[in-house]
């Protein structure tokens, strides 16, 4: 049994008759994945008005992993510590697109808190619908810039495709599905 395992044991048998252990943590973990629904909405408008997300918004994404990771059951080895590797690692490239000018500081930091709370496989997933938004986005944003003759250099709020490819991994990995529709005979 592993220590996260046993931790999330402990807490549930604390609580297990007064509110119901696996109940309060399927409810947080849900609650959780809202707020970070929420918290990728919040980014998207902010980098949309001031083409900037705040740091302290990306700080509370990356704090709130750790109480997901226990929500979600992950053990600390090998899942909790290939979710920071997956993040390190990220955080190394995009710091190098930083350094080339070619991504924001903002946008780094909330891909690497993303990269803390989604799996591998699925934070591959949203670096691709991200490109892809990304991609659609700065298309339209150029042709507009071109038709309105603007001068000032066009500047991207790519918050809002990683915002689009966080909120489509959440709805496609980690939100339940619906019941099937059973017939009524």
Known sequence: MTCSNTFQRSFNNL???RIGGKMLSETLHYGLLIALAIALVFAAFT???RRQIDNWLNLAIAAGAPIFWWSSGLSLWPEIALQV???V???A???GLFALRMMGGGDVKLLTALALWIE???FLQLLIIMAIAGGLLTIMMGGYHFLMQQKERLAIPYGVAIAFGGLWVLTTTY???APAFSSVG
């Open 89 to 91: 690692a990220a955080f």
């Open 47 to 49: 980098d949309i008005r």
């Open 85 to 87: 590797g997956i993040a």
């Open 120 to 122: 591998p496989n699925a």
């Open 93 to 95: 490239v995009l710091a």
């Open 175 to 177: 939100l339940p599905t």
């Open 15 to 17: 609580l297990g008759d």
